[in-house]
């Protein structure tokens, strides 16, 4: 199931330029790192970034002192190069909206537009991992207010001293082909006329052909084979990992499980190439971001 297939360079998501400094986060060595003068911090509240003319607002962790946070306090994101990078997530909006002039919070989807792959890394790893912190206080062994460790990579539980890591949900999202068509669908949610390829989640005690295999049969009743893995995204709503295939469908008829999906459809290439090139109007294709644009485009040959 191996590929040869190179990363895409647009990739969002990825390339973020860290050491995540594992054996370096004790409590001497975090303080050090927060109080060097070319330490630096980005700043979120409720999922939205501080930013300034597109980029990240950067400022140095002495000027979030005093500051209401939410766990786990200063997340320490790792070393780019010799430079300590710092996140915190602000209980209070206009705390963060007074740490520099003009700048304005912002969704990452929205950001996702603007903002160069650095960035969008950096902010990636940082939101998964508040989101982490956000839903996963309490002990799963025996319930008690577990704690930030580590500056903020892992909790422990003061009681039963269950250590406790960020969860990472493993997810295959496919393009089934059919000779020069490809099959997209819909979520009963989603804007009219937007469709991507097929994803769900992987189930325990699955390999990614045998999830990709399961989930076009669930989802629109079509047989595949020849399932090949093709390139890898980690997304952050909330901490998934994005693993694209491409597979052949044995069968064309589609019937949908309505619980999953409004509608699917087969395309042509012809007419997914038109409406990557903005001169069809047929469907709305994926937000170049995403890892299901990356796959049709690889199609494409493009």
């Not at 000027?63 to 209070?92: E, N, T």
């Not at 537009?113 to 839903?135: E, N, P, T, V």
């Not at 819909?186 to 006329?193: A, I, N, S």
Request: aromatic share 10%; glycine share 8%.
């Amino acid at each position: 199931m191996t590929s040869t297939k190179p990363l895409p360079v647009s990739m969002a998501f990825t390339g973020a330029p860290l050491d995540l400094a594992e054996n370096q986060r004790d409590t001497a060595q975090l303080t050090a790192f927060s109080a060097a003068d070319n330490a630096r911090a980005f700043v979120m509240f409720h999922g939205r970034f501080l930013v300034k003319n597109g980029d990240l607002v950067m400022v140095h962790p002495s000027q979030i002192k005093g500051s209401h946070l939410y766990d786990p306090g200063p997340l320490f994101l790792g070393l780019d190069g010799d430079l300590p990078l710092f996140a915190f997530s602000f209980a209070k909006e206009e705390e963060a909206y007074k740490l520099v002039k003009g700048a304005a919070l912002d969704h990452l989807r929205n950001l996702a537009f603007l903002m160069d792959g650095r960035q969008l890394a950096l902010a990636g790893r940082a939101k998964s991992i508040f989101d982490w912190h956000r839903s996963h206080r309490f002990c799963s062994n025996c319930g008690k207010e577990s704690k930030p460790q580590a500056g903020g990579v892992t909790r422990q539980c003061p009681t039963c001293e269950t250590d406790h890591f960020p969860r990472v949900n493993p997810v295959v999202i496919m393009l089934v082909l059919d000779g020069d068509n490809c099959l997209m669908g819909r979520g009963p949610e989603w804007p009219e006329g937007a469709y991507s390829a097929l994803a769900g989640y992987v189930s325990p005690g699955e390999s990614l052909s045998e999830a990709c295999i399961r989930e076009v049969k669930e989802e629109v009743n079509i047989d595949v084979e020849n399932p090949e893995f093709m390139f890898s995204q980690p997304w952050p709503y909330p901490s998934q990992l994005m693993m694209g295939l491409v597979c052949q469908a044995k069968n064309t008829k589609i019937t949908l499980d309505t619980k999953e999906l409004a509608d699917a459809r087969w395309f042509t290439k012809d007419v997914v190439r038109g409406v990557f090139a903005g001169t069809d109007k047929t469907f709305i294709c994926p937000p170049p971001f995403t890892i299901a644009h990356q796959l049709i485009k690889v199609w494409l040959g493009e």
